[in-house]
């Protein structure tokens, strides 16, 4: 059974980082594109960055561009969002999601094929 679990979120000051991961379970990352969306209540689904399979291309929403960074470790199976200067506006559910095959870096959320049930984001003081 394939699947996604994002862990690292929490609570933090404005100007402060945090770093997200996701592992995958029963399948190997590597082949698959993958994005990091987030969701606050109310509003749609947005992308926030996404990484082409073989890590060619990397795809920041305009508000993140400067401050996250994603990556991937093939060795862990894993998927990293580095976060850093966080703004309360920031604040939200981060979702990780994958998809087999090339989306060379397209972050619509309705490409992707699997996800994780996601982990909040707090950015506050």
């Known amino acids: 059974q394939l699947q996604l679990e994002e862990s690292g979120g929490g609570l933090v000051q404005p100007g402060g980082s945090l770093r997200l991961s996701c592992t995958a379970s029963g399948f190997a990352l590597n082949y698959f594109a993958i994005g990091w969306f987030r969701q606050v209540p109310g509003k749609e689904r947005e992308g926030v960055a996404c990484?082409?399979?073989?890590?060619?291309?990397?795809n920041y929403g305009d508000s993140v561009k400067g401050r996250f960074t994603i990556s991937r470790d093939a060795t862990k199976n894993t998927a990293t969002l580095q976060m850093n200067n966080l703004k309360p506006e920031d604040t939200a559910v981060y979702y990780c999601?994958?998809?087999?095959?090339?989306?060379?870096?397209?972050?619509?959320?309705?490409?992707?094929?699997?996800w994780g049930q996601g982990t909040q984001v707090t950015v506050s003081s």
């Open positions: 990484i082409s399979n073989g890590d060619i291309i990397k």
């Open positions: 999601a994958a998809v087999w095959g090339q989306l060379f870096g397209l972050c619509v959320p309705s490409k992707y094929d699997y």
